[in-house]
């Protein structure tokens, strides 16, 4: 689902590369944690799989495609089969969570009829029925991670990215996001997740690759967080 | 494509932004209003020229009772001098196309006609007016050939060529023109810039709508459609208050005041408000929208 090989990434301000000749396979249906201190090259990593970025060197290919090759206007099509949640959320204030959701499948041209078949079941599925006419500010950290999810997974997409998405809960409610992701692992949908949180690595016990100063140093089929802190 | 959607996003972005669409309108509007005054101004200029240079003609004036020239100083005309001048203006053809008379008492006919109601009719006889010679050239620049053969010559008042008032007045309406074409311009300079800084505050202020949308996959037709939209609506408006602007001069200025006062000459009709008005809607949404775009593609890229 996800083939990067060799490869590196400058950034033009930077001597050291933020990702040094990276080769790794992360197969169709599967939950992969990206773990490592800051700097040591996560986020670099997402950006490439969601094509923000080129490769300086080596290939990068998501769903098939050839990311090299892919031309600009065919970037949105690609992005239509990635979902992605953030640390901070990035709901839109003025929306409900009801027109957040509806908001992703509206601005890629999504029938209505669809749509309003398609929404209260995410949002079902996210745990927040009954709240769909909450605006953001009306909701806790959990529950707005929650409509985060519900918009990235709403138009099901093949692959799930989630950056540091627990980053700005506390612990108890990161474990109902965790279930929530393991869920959404268990549809299908392949997860690569890049994370801080030790407590949260350790009890999935899910595949763990570790990133330091853009090089992998650990890949492990049910890791733990490890020592790197 | 979700039409009411994309409305919707365009209405809340105007109503966001609603202090710049107002300037974008306005400039808009006072831009293509001199642009397209600039152009009529042009139509009447060729107007006139089709319907004057067609008409214009060497008059030469011969002596009459109250001419102070040299040439005049024998008192008025003979027969002998108005034959000889008839027959020198023959052999000068074929620049001399068409010699025509005029007598003073069908002078005298021609002014009453001309100035119906006019107090100065009744202080003005016969007499006072000239009898002349109406030469039409086959080359209206040759002037000067007709000029030199007569001014002087004895029973030769004066020699008038009516192109030199014309073109000195067309000169003026040029200027008109060209200083309205200029202005226009630099005006069509702001607004595109304006246009430009508008779509680049909305794109900042809507930098987090944006953002979800290349994230999720919207095409950039998608993304960019309602900024260009909201650039094209407001151009259209400001189009379209140039356009009343227009039919007011015309209205006001042309009909009301110049055609009244000026029955010497055609106007520009509602034909040429009609032309000029396609014109200046064209240039006025067609600049909107590329200043837009070019724009968007700096600021909402992929």
């Known amino acids: 689902m996800i083939r990067f090989a060799n490869v590196t990434k400058h950034y033009p301000t930077q001597v050291r590369p933020a990702l040094d000749d990276v080769t790794l396979e992360i197969a169709k249906g599967e939950f992969a944690f990206l773990v490592g201190a800051s700097g040591s090259g996560k986020s670099t990593f997402l950006r490439l799989v969601l094509r923000e970025d080129r490769p300086t060197k080596g290939s990068v290919h998501v769903a098939g495609k050839d990311l090299g090759r892919l031309p600009n206007w065919k970037v949105p099509h690609l992005r239509r089969q990635i979902g992605a949640v953030f640390q901070d959320f990035r709901l839109l204030p003025n929306k409900t969570v009801y027109e957040n959701v509806a908001f992703a499948l509206q601005v890629i041209g999504r029938p209505s009829a669809h749509i309003r078949a398609v929404v209260p079941e995410v949002i079902d599925l996210v745990g927040l029925a009954g709240k769909e006419q909450r605006f953001p500010d009306e909701l806790s950290g959990g529950e707005q991670q929650r409509v985060a999810v519900a918009r990235a997974f709403v138009n099901r997409p093949m692959i799930l990215i989630a950056d540091e998405p627990t980053g700005n809960l506390d612990p108890a409610t990161s474990i109902g996001i965790m279930r929530l992701l393991d869920r959404i692992n268990r549809t299908g949908t392949t997860v690569v997740m890049a994370t801080h949180d030790a407590a949260i690595v350790d009890q999935m016990r899910k595949r763990v690759i570790e990133l330091e100063h853009g090089q992998i140093v650990r890949d492990q089929t049910r890791g733990v967080y490890g020592v790197t802190r | ?302």
């Open chain 2, 1 to 302: 494509m979700r039409v009411r959607f994309v409305l919707g996003e365009v209405m809340t972005g105007i109503r966001r932004n609603l202090t710049m669409t107002v300037a974008v309108v306005i400039t808009v509007a006072v831009s293509l209003a001199l642009f397209g005054a600039g152009l009529m101004v042009r139509s009447q200029v060729d107007l006139m020229k089709d319907y004057w240079y067609d008409k214009v003609q060497v008059s030469i004036y011969l002596c009459g009772n109250t001419s102070e020239v040299i040439s005049c100083a024998q008192g008025p005309v003979t027969q002998a001098q108005r034959e000889e001048i008839r027959a020198d203006l023959q052999s000068l053809q074929p620049l001399v196309e068409e010699v025509y008379y005029e007598s003073s008492a069908e002078a005298f006919q021609r002014f009453s006609d001309q100035f119906r109601d006019a107090p100065i009719l009744s202080s003005i006889s016969a007499e006072d007016l000239p009898e002349s010679f109406r030469v039409k050239l086959s080359d209206p620049t040759k002037y000067d050939v007709v000029a030199s053969a007569f001014i002087g010559r004895p029973g030769v008042d004066s020699v008038n060529d009516q192109r030199r008032v014309l073109d000195t007045l067309f000169a003026i309406l040029n200027g008109f023109q060209t200083g309205a074409l200029v202005i226009a311009a630099l005006m069509l300079l702001a607004t595109v810039l304006l246009v430009a800084n508008t779509i680049r505050v909305a794109a900042f202020s809507r930098r987090r709508e944006t953002g979800i949308m290349r994230l999720v996959g919207a095409s950039n037709f998608y993304i960019q459609l309602p900024f260009l939209l909201e650039a094209a609506l407001a151009a259209t408006l400001g189009a379209l208050v140039a356009i009343g602007l227009l039919a007011l001069l015309k209205a006001i200025l042309v009909d009301g005041v110049l055609t009244p006062s000026f029955q010497f000459t055609n106007f520009v009709g509602w034909d040429v408000v009609a032309q000029v008005s396609a014109i200046v809607f064209v240039t006025g949404v067609a600049l909107a929208s590329v200043a837009a775009l070019v724009t968007l593609r700096r600021y909402l890229r992929v």
